[in-house]
C-alpha cells in the first residue's frame, strides 16, 4: 500500500491571511493576465470575491503587492509590483521545500 500525505500552508499575520494557495493563483492570474476582472474570469471566481482577496493581500503585506489603474476608455489593469513578484516566488518556494520534507517524512510510513 502506497500512502499519500496531504497539506496545504498558508502565512498569516495579526489573524488575517496573507497567502495562500488561493491567493497565490488570484496574484500569478493577475501577472498573466494584466487584469483583476480577466483573472477573477479565468479562475472562475467573482470580481467581488478577487477583489476582496486582493485587498485583504495588500492590507496584510509590508508593501503594496499591486499596481492598480482606475478603468476608462481602455480599461483598467492591475499588475504586482516586485514585492509582489517576490512574494509569490518566496510561497512557491516555502510550498514546494514544504511538500519535498513531507515526502521525506512520509517515507518513515511507507517503509512501515
Known sequence: MNYKI????????NN?????????????????????????KSLNISYKKAWTLLNSVNK??????????????????????QYGEALVNAFDEINKN???????QLEKINQL
Open 60 to 81: 496584510s503585506a509590508k508593501k503594496p503587492v499591486t499596481i492598480n489603474s482606475i478603468g476608462g476608455k481602455g480599461g483598467g489593469g492591475a499588475q504586482l509590483t
Open 98 to 104: 514544504c511538500w519535498a520534507f513531507l515526502d521525506e
Open 16 to 40: 488575517n491571511v496573507l497567502l495562500g494557495e488561493g491567493r497565490v493563483h488570484l496574484l500569478k492570474a493577475i501577472q498573466k493576465t494584466g487584469s483583476l476582472s480577466k483573472a477573477a
Open 6 to 13: 496531504k497539506s496545504r500552508i498558508w502565512i498569516e499575520t
